[in-house]
């Protein structure tokens, strides 16, 4: 078994491909509209499905918002320098919500990005060997 996909409700599809292809520099993998139910599936990722989970980002038509709760918590990236990510993000035009640097109580380097609908992307430094 594996994880295949983490599906997020995304209110303008547009700048959420925007977001997670332009700034955190994942491939649109494929996208499909769907008439009849009235919404469009697009999957996102840094690799073909067939070797890596995916994100699908569901846009159903005429929402253009949620309410986010407080039961999701966030996607976690591996990114080599997570200052360097930070830096880059924001060149172009990202949100950086927590700046890099040690997780409290820990060694790790994180920092957290804000897609457009608000939902919280971690960047997790890679640990050197």
């Not at 649109?28 to 139910?37: F, M, S, V």
């Not at 997780?103 to 992307?121: E, L, N």
């Amino acid at each position: 078994m594996r994880i295949l996909h983490t599906m997020i409700r995304v209110g303008n599809l547009d700048a959420s491909i925007a977001f997670y292809t332009e700034i955190l520099g994942m491939k649109l993998l494929r996208r499909k509209d769907y008439p009849e139910g009235k919404f469009t599936l697009a999957f996102v990722g840094y690799e073909d499905e067939s070797l890596a989970s995916a994100i699908e980002l569901t846009h159903n038509w005429g929402v253009d918002s949620y309410q986010l709760g407080n039961a999701f918590g966030h996607i976690a990236v591996e990114v080599p320098d997570a200052y360097a990510a930070c830096a880059q993000i924001k060149q172009r035009g990202g949100k950086v919500s927590r700046e890099a640097g040690p997780m409290k109580g820990g060694t790790s380097v994180i920092a957290f990005v804000d897609d457009p609908d608000g939902y919280k992307i971690e960047l997790i430094e890679t640990k050197a060997a």
